[in-house]
């Protein structure tokens, strides 16, 4: 029994020690060679974070119970999405066209809102208050870093 138990830690160390140098080996050169096409594209950590924390909103986003709620919340995020699809890709007027349909679907939730129950509100309202913040900031940079570029050609 002692000898099985011993053979077990050994055979685990072993596994232990062979993923984690597999780890470092890959992780090492995924992170070097990531780093040139970030630099390349010349993004701001400040771009990542901000576009980061909307794409996770829109993962997270909660479903409610009702329905009129969820469909608006649906194209919400299928705006949203286009929209970072378009900062990435730097495709101004699919960005602008994608921030209008977001705007145009925020109202009609602020309009819905009322039809939900507070606690629902509540959690609607933080996502939507962080999403709008994060976009707010999200463009900021986008302006900022638009302006610099112009200014130094």
Do not use: W
Request: hydrophobic share 35%; aromatic share 8%; glycine share 2%.
């Amino acid at each position: 029994m002692i000898r099985c138990i011993g053979f077990l830690l050994l055979i685990f160390s072993l596994g232990l020690s062979s993923c984690s140098s597999e780890t470092g080996f890959y992780a090492e050169n995924t992170f070097s060679s990531d780093l040139p096409l970030a630099t390349e594209r010349n993004v701001s950590p400040e771009r990542i974070t901000y576009s980061s924390t909307i794409s996770n909103l829109v993962s997270t986003f909660p479903k409610f119970k009702n329905v009129a709620v969820n469909n608006q919340v649906r194209e919400l995020k299928q705006n949203l999405i286009n929209y970072l699809y378009a900062i990435q890709t730097s495709n101004d007027k699919e960005k602008k066209k994608s921030l209008r349909s977001f705007e145009d679907n925020y109202k009609s939730i602020q309009k819905l809102r009322k039809h939900l129950k507070t606690d629902d509100d509540q959690v609607l309202n933080r996502y939507l208050v962080k999403i709008k913040t994060n976009i707010s900031l999200l463009e900021a940079v986008e302006k900022s870093e638009s302006q610099t570029t112009v200014s130094s050609n």
